[in-house]
């Protein structure tokens, strides 16, 4: 089983809209969780971390489940900029970060 | 903002070849990562360096691959012999310490393409 499992997508959604997606890990003591955007070919930029409570920052919001070993995000009022690879990462007990595969995300005009 | 730089942006080697690809963290930070990204899959963990010593490697990091802090500020990933399977994006990464929320940053990588 892949330490990180995301829906590949792409996503296809129109300005304004909402769109979400989640991921799911493998490791039950993994400790810390982020969600990084990372554009065609750049370097993965830390979008938030996901707090166990949920934590919302701007029109982005993350969930987490530990019962479940998922993570989401949400997206609202989706912009052009926001036209990107979402990586989910989780940090283990060994505080290397296992990344997901992505999430592609493209918001047409 | 203080950032993590890479040098040089782009590589290209010949099979059987040395290459160093070299970094320099944030400068307050004491945990340092490379990672690769093989065009059109994830990133995948290669190495952690803490106190001038590896904390961690993958099974990727074997004994082809080294890493040093030769000064200061410098950090250096090393290929001894390269291989068609070393192309691949290179990225430094930082932290200003270990586990919990830590935040890693990221350079721009390096693209390495192995002929």
């Known amino acids: 089983r892949k330490e990180v499992e995301q829906d590949p997508g792409p996503f296809n959604v129109p300005e304004g809209a909402t769109v979400a997606f989640n991921c799911t890990y493998s490791n039950s003591a993994s400790q810390s969780f982020f969600w990084y955007r990372q554009d065609c070919r750049k370097e993965p930029k830390l979008l938030m971390s996901v707090y166990s409570s949920g934590n919302e920052d701007g029109r982005f919001t993350a969930q987490l489940n530990r019962a479940s070993q998922y993570i989401s995000l949400l997206i609202r009022d989706s912009k052009l900029s926001d036209s990107a690879t979402y990586l989910c990462?989780?940090?283990?007990?060994?505080?290397?970060?296992?990344f997901g595969a992505g999430t592609t995300v493209t918001v047409r005009a | 903002e203080p950032e993590v730089t890479q040098t040089p942006s782009h590589q290209v080697t010949q099979m059987g070849q040395e290459v160093i690809l070299r970094c320099v963290p944030i400068s307050n930070h004491l945990y340092f990562y490379w990672y690769r990204q093989i065009l059109g899959q994830k990133v995948e963990f290669l190495v952690s360096f803490y106190n001038n010593e590896i904390s961690e490697k993958s099974e990727i990091f074997d004994d082809q691959f080294s890493v040093e802090r030769p000064d200061g500020s410098n950090f250096t990933l090393k290929i001894r012999s390269t291989k068609l399977e070393d192309s691949a994006m290179y990225f430094c990464?930082?932290?200003?310490?270990?586990?919990?929320?830590?935040?890693?940053?990221f350079g721009p990588g390096t693209r390495l393409l192995v002929l």
């Open positions: 990462v989780v940090n283990g007990d060994d505080y290397k970060l296992s």
């Open positions: 990464a930082s932290s200003e310490a270990l586990g919990g929320q830590e935040t890693q940053y």
